[in-house]
Nanobody, 126 residues
Framework: EAQLVESGGALVQAGGSLRLSCATS????????IGWFRQAPGKEREGVSC????????YYTDSVKGRFTISTDNANKTVYLEMNNLNADDTAIYYC???????????????????WGQGTQVTVSS
C-alpha cells in the first residue's frame, strides 16, 4: 500500500526558511507524480507545487515562484519542498499527495491525486 509521511513543519519568523519532507513508501515503481498542497484556516486547499518523477518536470503556483523549490532524493524515496522568504500568507497545513503514473507532466489539481499524507503545520509569524 502506497503511503506518504510529511515532516518538517514548524513555527518560523517572516523571511525565514523551512524544508518540508515527504517520505514515500509502497509504490510499485518510481513512475509517479508528487504534489504539495496547503490549506489555511477558513480557506480551500491550494496546490503549491508538483513534480513528475518520470521526467522531472515541475510546476509552481505564482504565489511561490522564486521562493519554493521542489526536489527529490531517489535513494531515500523522499520529496522535499524548500521554502524561502516565508511570509504570513504561507501559514497553513501542508500536505503531499501522489498519483501513480508514469506521468510526463504534473498537476496541482487535488482531484488528480489518490494518495495523501497526514499534513504538517507551517506557521509564519510576522
Amino acid at each position: 500500500e502506497a503511503q506518504l509521511v510529511e515532516s518538517g513543519g514548524a513555527l518560523v519568523q517572516a523571511g525565514g526558511s523551512l524544508r518540508l519532507s515527504c517520505a514515500t513508501s509502497g509504490f510499485t515503481n518510481g513512475e509517479y507524480a508528487i504534489g504539495w498542497f496547503r490549506q489555511a484556516p477558513g480557506k480551500e486547499r491550494e496546490g503549491v507545487s508538483c513534480l513528475s518523477m518520470t521526467d522531472g518536470s515541475t510546476y509552481y503556483t505564482d504565489s511561490v515562484k522564486g521562493r519554493f523549490t521542489i526536489s527529490t532524493d531517489n535513494a531515500n524515496k523522499t520529496v522535499y519542498l524548500e521554502m524561502n522568504n516565508l511570509n504570513a500568507d504561507d501559514t497553513a497545513i501542508y500536505y503531499c499527495a501522489a498519483a501513480e503514473g508514469p506521468y510526463y507532466y504534473c498537476s496541482v489539481s487535488d482531484r488528480w491525486y489518490d494518495v495523501w499524507g497526514q499534513g504538517t503545520q507551517v506557521t509564519v509569524s510576522s
